[in-house]
């Protein structure tokens, strides 16, 4: 699969400031890419490089095969962007605005006015079309900016916090367009920080800090390595006290409970005789019952079989399990420990 975003030690310095470090990125093409980094890491900056925005000081980045430095046009024609606050004319309409930038990237006039309504339909502010923008609401304001900026039909699309403020109904109608749009061919850079947007959405994720990658992979292949790390992490702490009698009972029992995992189950026909069944399970460390009536315990985070062999020791007891699910690392997870080492000087 050919790369839509290439860059090698992409660099921006302002002064004695560096913004953006050596940036090493591959975004496949016709992917959904996310990017993620807390703000002042660099993300602004390194889009504004590659949408031939900003010059970068060093290194280099092609987009859809060009180069952001000798071809900008071509890059440019390439790209759309819906920018977190929208930037289209409140006075004008829907239409005008939409035929603006159509004109602006020389649609054909023949076509114009119909490429504009087919995007209407697909993002469903068709409706709309000959309200001024100032008087839309804030999900038919993005549903506007979308059309404006597909109108070219660009080839990769930045998005940068599409759903931001919108109500949970509203944010679905965008995701499905978002996954509509990549299922067209459309290269997506999400830009967000709603982690389980991205979540859901991305087929890889690069996190930026102070101006560097410092984690890249799919989301599942993040949490894994998080998984991994947090084990190797725990073994050696308990390792370090394993032989220490000066360190207290609780300090190791502090250290052992971040080895657990929460695990929460719903049964049918809840009773005491299964209750004390499972607080007998050797994979149970601990168990807890909410008020809601889910049982909650605890097992061991690094057996890959303790959730199997739990399920089969409650059904082998009598227990009908109506739902059930397990806490593991968070894409959220992920993005703290990636940025929580960081020099404050070195923010943008």
């Not at 992979?217 to 050696?236: F, R, V």
Request: with cysteine.
């Amino acid at each position: 699969m050919k790369n839509a975003i290439e860059t090698t030690n992409l660099t921006k310095v302002y002064g004695n400031f560096t913004a953006v470090n050596s940036l090493n990125l591959e975004i496949p093409d016709k992917s959904i890419f996310g990017m993620l980094g807390p703000n002042g890491a660099g993300k602004t900056t390194t889009i504004k490089m590659l949408t031939c925005l900003i010059q970068p000081t060093s290194g280099q980045a092609t987009v859809g095969g060009y180069d952001v430095q000798k071809n900008p046009d071509e890059v440019r024609r390439l790209l759309g962007m819906v920018p977190q606050q929208v930037s289209l004319y409140k006075d004008l309409t829907v239409m005008e605005n939409s035929q603006m930038c159509a004109d602006y990237y020389g649609v054909p006039v023949d076509e114009r006015d119909s490429r504009i309504e087919d995007l209407m339909e697909l993002v469903d502010i068709k409706y709309a079309k000959d309200k001024r923008v100032g008087k839309l609401s804030g999900g038919q304001k993005q549903k506007a900016s979308l059309v404006a900026s597909l109108v070219h039909r660009p080839d990769i699309l930045f998005l940068d916090e599409p759903t931001i403020g919108l109500d949970p109904t509203t944010k679905r109608t965008l995701w499905d367009l978002i996954r509509e749009l990549n299922d067209n061919g459309h290269t997506i850079i999400l830009c967000s920080h709603d982690m389980h947007e991205v979540d859901m959405l991305c087929d890889n994720v690069g996190i930026i800090n102070t101006g560097n990658l410092v984690a890249y992979d799919t989301p599942q292949g993040l949490k894994d390595a998080l998984l991994e790390s947090n084990k190797k992490e725990i073994a050696e702490a308990l390792g370090k006290i394993s032989d220490e009698s000066e360190v207290s009972h609780s300090t190791k029992e502090d250290i052992q409970n971040l080895s657990l995992r929460k695990m929460s189950i719903l049964l049918k026909d809840q009773n005491d005789e299964i209750i004390e069944a499972i607080k007998k399970l050797k994979d149970v460390k601990s168990i807890e019952i909410a008020r809601n009536g889910r049982i909650n315990l605890r097992i061991d985070s690094f057996d890959d079989m303790a959730v199997q062999n739990v399920l089969n020791d409650i059904s082998s007891s009598g227990g009908i399990i109506k739902s059930i699910y397990t806490e593991e690392p968070s894409l959220e997870d992920v993005f703290i420990k990636s940025t929580s080492e960081v020099n404050e000087d070195d923010r943008a």
